[in-house]
């Protein structure tokens, strides 16, 4: 991995409904992130945060069953510009969420710099819906279906091109809450996922053996998208949409010194981290660690 790290903030909570996960980036950096890292023997930038514009009024859908869709856009566009500026000068972009929505611009940013870029989506949800196949219109749950050019115009097209990344370059491991949309999009893209089931029957260690290999695969650059809500809400309790029998803090830990050990990580996020919903900041401490353990930190 590169030397310099440049961090880059999104305080976003706009993508969902559950207000908090705009401090986010706070709570990580509160937590001793940039300490950690320096420690390591990195050089960290810290960049700031995204600026976020606020809607007149919250969780307004539009036409197309999007909530605050233009304050998203408008967000992730600047984040995929920042993200393509850290790139550019040979820094290993580390953004920190805020919720999954800002992974649109990551992806954005990031994508434009590889000619096949791989994704290691690590989450307890798809986030492959649509306006059409969603639920509530919350665009956090939409940012991996965006991505691959399924979805709004105006989502699809940030950064000034669609599709970022190709369904086969996707592993998303630790899924247990997909809906039907995605399941059904799921198939007929052959995206490769590891539920639950495969994590507990296979054991972490082969899963991520498996998940490196598939993602590897003619890719030259890989991107870690990290949602905190894969780990069990024991865990990781500070997270807008908590569903139980996930990841342990110690399952993903050994995910990320996988991930480190092979040195394949180009640019990564962290996100849906939220201090209102946490208890003494757990979740962003547990996020600390996990940032640690992928960039090289070991017990002995």
Do not use: C
């Not at 993200?83 to 953004?95: D, K, T």
């Not at 990580?265 to 547990?286: G, R, W």
Request: charged letters at 25%; hydrophobic letters at 40%.
């Amino acid at each position: 991995m590169k030397k310099k790290i440049s961090l880059i903030g999104v305080p976003m909570d706009l993508g969902q409904t559950r207000r908090g996960v705009d401090m986010g980036p706070s709570a990580m950096r509160y937590a001793g992130l940039v300490q950690r890292l320096e420690k390591l023997g990195y050089e960290v930038e810290d960049r700031g945060d995204i600026e976020i514009g606020r809607p007149p009024k919250f969780d307004i859908k539009n036409e197309s069953n999007l909530k605050d869709l233009e304050e998203v856009v408008k967000a992730n566009q600047l984040l995929a510009d920042k993200v393509s500026i850290v790139i550019n000068e040979g820094h290993f972009p580390l953004v920190l969420g805020g919720d999954h929505s800002i992974a649109i611009g990551s992806l954005a940013g990031v994508a434009n710099k590889y000619t096949n870029l791989g994704v290691i989506w690590y989450d307890a949800h798809g986030d492959l819906n649509t306006g059409e196949s969603s639920p509530s219109g919350n665009i956090h749950g939409m940012p991996l279906a965006v991505s691959l050019g399924i979805g709004h115009p105006s989502l699809t097209k940030i950064g000034g091109y669609a599709p970022k990344i190709k369904p086969e370059n996707i592993v998303l491991i630790g899924a247990r809450s997909l809906d039907e949309g995605e399941k059904e999009l799921i198939r007929e893209m052959g995206i490769k996922v590891y539920t639950m089931h495969e994590i507990d029957r296979l054991g972490m260690t082969n899963v991520m053996e498996e998940a490196i290999a598939h993602v590897s695969k003619n890719t030259d650059g890989i991107h870690l998208s990290l949602d905190l809500d894969a780990l069990d809400p024991h865990d990781a309790p500070g997270v807008g949409t908590p569903v139980i029998g996930g990841t342990t803090y110690r399952e993903t830990h050994l995910a990320m010194e996988m991930l480190a050990e092979r040195k394949i990580i180009t640019s990564a996020e962290f996100v849906e981290v939220n201090p209102i919903l946490d208890m003494k900041n757990q979740t962003a401490e547990a996020a600390v660690g996990l940032v640690g353990s992928l960039f090289g930190e070991k017990l002995l």
